[in-house]
């Protein structure tokens, strides 16, 4: 049975070798399905990782608590989303006494079109209103100077901890730490510079500004009157469970806040909450969508690649009829004809398939190095690349063989 079937592929590699140009033409549409599928899957393999990465930074498990839905996703009804309670920090208060939390904090914030230092000047810097328990939540380190502490909350000092963009950028050639900068009027100390911290989904997390959230309501004594201020500019709440404990805080801090906002059992949440991991199953959901799309178009070129199969082998088929007359009339049944011809068929596919997988890894490792986008394989887009070569071979090489087949040995022999 082996020896059969190497005889079989030992066969296929002189046929193929005989029309090299004509068989290399023929398993182009398979390499291109292939390297494009291969390439796209190990970016957005790549993509998901660095994602879960940058999600998992921000901190360990965490649970928010907003207003305003944690991510847009379709049409909201902002004026609804307006006219819910606003949550407040005496809220997080009441929320890190239960019992499944460890922590939690006010975040309020809002975006300065620009900072300036003497003549040094960035844009789209976000000012965080918070507590001192700030850095612990969010997986944050003090490199230089120091935190805000309890009491320069208490005291609505006007400090403030800097995240590594502002420092090197406003501040390139000397600390920051003692300086002073101006935020709508008032003069803001640095007492410390946070560690960098990197991007997420494209946006630097060290663009920013955290002061105490009691001096952020001096700044920012009220947050507007539009209808998309009121829905969107207040306070959230970040929660830092106990260890193991990301469900029971969703349960507990959902029956709080109901209690707190005096909602009856048949009125739905007027507040939103949010995990980790709950970012992370939107993420996956939008790259699905893109997934599908590129495995379509990918599905498209598979298709023209069998074709061209099909047609190749039809062709050889005309071609090779009197040697298939010889074989059946030496004893040669209808079985070994077909599973000869379908070898070949398979055989071709999965060159092309082989060549289509190496093409798509270099062509993600390319991207990856002349972009920020970051390739990983994993084996099973490699067992894909094969599966999907195979099944365009057997799919598309089975009439062929058949007709191979079928053929009349007396007639075949008589063929010119």
Known sequence: MVNDVLNKISL?????????????????????????????????????????EQIQSIGSDLVFLSKSPIVLAGPQNIEEIANRPDLTPDDALAI??????????????????????????????????????????????????????????????????????????????????????NVRGHRIKIIGVHREKGAFLGQSMDNMLVIPYTFYEKIYPSRGESV??????????????????????TDEVRELMRRR??????????????????LMEIYQNIT????IAIVAIAAISLVV???????????????????IGIRKAVGASNQNILSQFLVESVFLALVGGVIGILLGLLLAWLISIV???????????????????????????????????????IEALRYE
């Open 12 to 52: 296929s590699v002189q046929t193929f070798r005989t029309h090299r140009l004509r068989s290399f033409l023929t398993a182009l549409g398979i390499i291109i399905g292939v390297s494009t599928v291969i390439a796209i899957l190990s970016l957005i393999e790549g993509l998901n990782r660095s994602v879960a």
């Open 305 to 323: 690649g069998g074709i061209g199969i099909m047609n190749i082998m039809l062709v050889s088929v005309a071609e090779r009829t009197r040697e």
């Open 371 to 409: 972009s920020p986008l970051k390739a990983s394989v994993s084996f099973w887009m490699v067992l894909l690349g094969f599966g999907f070569s195979a099944a365009v071979g057997i799919f598309f090489g089975i009439y062929p063989a058949r007709r191979a087949a079928g053929l009349n040995p």
């Open 96 to 181: 890190s006494e239960l019992p499944s939390v460890e922590i939690a904090i006010p975040d309020i914030s809002q975006r300065l079109n620009k900072l300036k230092y003497r003549d040094k000047e960035i844009a789209n810097v976000r000012i965080r209103g918070t507590t001192e328990k700030f850095s612990s939540v969010n997986n944050r380190f003090i490199e230089s100077g120091r935190d805000f502490t309890k009491d320069d909350v208490t005291h609505r000092r006007s400090v403030c901890a800097i995240g590594s963009y502002v420092a090197k950028n406003l501040f390139p050639d000397e600390s920051p730490v003692g300086k002073e900068l």
């Open 288 to 291: 699905r969508v893109g997934f």
């Open 261 to 278: 906002h005096r909602l009856p059992f048949d009125k739905k949440d007027d507040f939103e909450l949010g995990t980790q991991q709950m």
């Open 228 to 249: 998309f201020e009121r829905a969107f500019f207040g306070y959230s709440i970040d929660i830092k469970p106990k260890k193991g404990q990301v469900e029971r805080v």
